[in-house]
């Protein structure tokens, strides 16, 4: 396309002195001049419209993908080769949308189960420190019912030798009766 637009160019700058050969040289350059600057306006304006601008479009939208903003919608021509690129870039644009909504589900089922894990815990935790009160109190008993039970051998250690004493009392006193 370039090739031809700079056929066109030169053949805008020849034609004057094709077509106006019956005029003076210095007329016919002023026309050929003329031609040529008519025809490189025309192609730079073209060349402007068809990759200039279109890169300037790509170059834009490939910067913003660099800098993750997956936002927008980009138009382009399917029909030019730069048109292409542009589809191609919206095209990873539109992809990586797609991972960031696929990763933020993710990351959310995640925080979910986290959610779960941690609620999980201070039950077990709490139901850890109910046990462990149990188990407090039910030591604190074991202890109340081992002083019993060393106060009541203490007391049956005591009525033992109470009751031996009175036997012996009571066998002294039969020997006393039966001396009288």
Request: proline share 2%; hydrophobic share 45%.
């Amino acid at each position: 396309r370039i090739g031809i637009g700079l056929v066109l160019v030169l053949l805008l700058t020849l034609l004057p002195g094709w077509w106006f050969d019956t005029l003076d040289t210095p007329m016919r350059l002023g026309l050929q001049f003329g031609g040529g600057i008519l025809g490189a306006a025309l192609f730079v304006g073209w060349f402007s419209t068809q990759v200039t601008t279109p890169l300037k479009s790509a170059n834009a939208l490939a910067s913003q993908l660099a800098g993750c903003n997956l936002n927008g919608q980009y138009s382009y021509d399917t029909t030019s080769p730069l048109g292409t690129l542009m589809r191609g870039l919206w095209l990873t644009n539109l992809n990586m949308r797609a991972i960031v909504a696929d990763v933020r589900s993710e990351v959310a089922g995640v925080r979910h189960a986290a959610d779960d894990l941690l609620q999980g815990s201070l039950e077990l935790a709490a139901r850890t420190d109910a046990q462990a009160d149990e188990v407090e109190r039910t030591s604190a008993s074991v202890m109340q019912i081992a002083s019993t039970v060393r106060e009541t051998a203490d007391t049956a250690q005591s009525l033992a030798s109470l009751s031996s004493e009175a036997s012996s009392g009571a066998a002294e006193g039969a020997l006393s009766i039966g001396q009288v």
